[in-house]
């Protein structure tokens, strides 16, 4: 089985492509705009039916999501189980985690404590106020975007994928959690250390054995 990281890459390139014409969008927009100007661009853009949805999408991204498909591929494939668990321990319990304390930058309620009353928020929704850079629900939402993508045989998946991942970090600013910069960042980490992951685990010679390939329910 092949697993160089050139493998890797091809297996992607459905999603590399147009992630990296994202990242050059997201690019103009930061070189155009201030930080203030594209956070209250995305807090003015709302509606009753974004409201309802955003909580929703943003959950999508949510540490317990990767939890719960490791826990349900562990019937099927303890390879695949092992690869979600160990790449959201890389990409967010350690990557993410680990930068939001060294940079500890503050969230858009604390950033604009003395503006507070022009945020809009969304009812329900709990805000917090510290540990903003990077977004863990991006990263985590990019990081389960490359590997669907790594293992799905219809490559064209990839952009689907892609677009699923892209809306979470979306609703990380819509719910007023992060800024741009923080979005942009996580996807950067998940995208990046889960394509080097996938090339260094997935090319170990144990995890190739037959009985990786197995699960719980097909011992």
């Not at 945020?119 to 805000?127: M, S, W």
Request: contains cysteine; aromatic residues 16%; charged residues 15%.
């Amino acid at each position: 089985m092949e697993t160089g990281l050139k493998t890797v890459l091809r297996k992607l390139r459905w999603m590399v492509v147009p992630y990296l014409l994202v990242l050059v969008i997201c690019l103009v927009i930061k070189l155009t705009f201030t930080k203030s100007e594209i956070y209250f661009a995305v807090n003015g853009l709302y509606s009753p039916a974004a409201d309802f949805l955003a909580p929703y999408v943003t959950d999508l991204g949510n540490g317990w999501t990767a939890v719960v498909i490791a826990a349900i591929l562990l019937f099927f494939s303890y390879r695949k189980a092992l690869i979600v668990a160990s790449s959201f321990a890389i990409t967010s319990l350690l990557g993410a985690q680990l930068l939001k304390y060294i940079f500890d930058a503050p969230r858009p309620r604390l950033y604009f404590k003395d503006e507070i009353k022009h945020l809009r928020f969304v009812k329900g929704v709990e805000i917090l106020s510290y540990h903003s850079f990077p977004s863990g629900h991006t990263v985590t939402a990019f990081m389960l975007a490359v590997i669907l993508t790594y293992w799905n045989k219809n490559k064209a998946m990839g952009p689907v994928f892609l677009l699923i991942a892209v809306l979470v970090g979306y609703s990380r600013m819509y719910l007023s959690e992060h800024f741009f910069e923080d979005v942009v960042g996580g996807s950067i980490i998940g995208f990046v250390l889960t394509t080097v992951w996938l090339w260094w685990l997935d090319s170990r010679k144990f995890i190739q054995r037959p009985g990786w390939q197995k699960g719980l329910l097909n011992r």
